[in-house]
């Protein structure tokens, strides 16, 4: 099989494993009454898993991205707006890449 035909099935079939986890998951729930203490937790996975991704390489990154972590988190908690927050964070890295060189 060639890596093309390979790389896409991969990619074929990681999507389907997402949508199946997801559907899987959106079934489940239409099932449940989740209680308050439910809810809250629901609600903090996004920004865990956010954290979890982003904190090992910001914490080992140069000083740009160091910098960039720092505005776009700034950004984030400012504004309550995770695409501008997002925005933030690349054109910062983008503009200190290269002004440091």
């Keep these: ?22 559907a899987a998951g959106l079934l489940l729930m239409r099932r449940m009454t989740p209680g308050p ?3 809250r937790f629901m609600r903090a996975i996004p ?12 914490l080992t990154a ?7 972590t720092t505005a776009t988190a700034l ?6 707006n995770l ?6 964070g690349v054109a910062v890295v983008f503009g200190l890449r290269q002004f440091m060189g």
Aim: proline letters at 7%; glycine letters at 6%; a positive charge.
């Design 1 to 22: 099989m060639s890596p093309l035909a390979t790389a896409l099935l991969t990619i074929l079939g990681m999507a389907l494993a997402t949508y199946v986890s997801r």
């Design 37 to 39: 203490r439910t809810e």
């Design 47 to 58: 920004g865990a898993i956010l954290a979890s991704i982003i904190a090992p390489s910001a």
């Design 62 to 68: 140069g000083p740009a991205e160091i910098i960039a």
């Design 75 to 80: 950004a984030a908690w400012r504004y309550r």
């Design 83 to 88: 695409p501008l927050a997002m925005l933030v």
